[in-house]
């Protein structure tokens, strides 16, 4: 069983960027398919972005494509999404998810963060 730590998250004025990080322990993390998702104050977690187990195929939010890169490093065991651009409704806590599973990489995910915020200001 994997376990996801998120950190890199903070307060950013909007234009700016950041970029989280998803450190994975306790299990082959090079198996898993790995994701972001974002939760605003007061909505659902939505997806951001995912990554297959090698790094060759990713997919991304129509809202965020052009602005986010999702990228892993298999030899670390760290995930990241690099940010860029950030708007003000973007403001949110930031989530890591991962699978083994061949599921859908856009909502099936079996292990979770507990999170990193971030915070766009205007």
């Known amino acids: 069983q994997v376990q996801l730590v998120e950190s890199g998250g903070g307060l950013v004025q909007a234009g700016g960027s950041l970029r989280l990080s998803c450190a994975a322990s306790?299990?082959?993390?090079?198996?898993?398919?790995a994701g972001w998702f974002r939760q605003a104050p007061g909505k659902e977690r939505e997806f951001v972005a995912a990554?297959?187990?090698?790094?060759?195929?990713?997919y991304y939010a129509d809202s965020v494509k052009g602005r986010f890169t999702i990228s892993r490093d298999n030899v670390k065991n760290t995930v990241y999404l690099q940010m860029n651009s950030l708007k003000p409704e973007e403001t949110g806590v930031y989530y890591c998810?991962?699978?083994?599973?061949?599921?859908?990489?856009?909502?099936?995910?079996?292990?979770w963060g507990q999170g990193t915020q971030v915070t766009v200001s205007s």
């Open positions: 990554v297959s187990w090698s790094g060759r195929t990713t």
């Open positions: 306790g299990g082959t993390f090079s198996r898993y398919h």
């Open positions: 998810a991962a699978t083994v599973r061949n599921s859908d990489p856009l909502r099936e995910y079996d292990y």
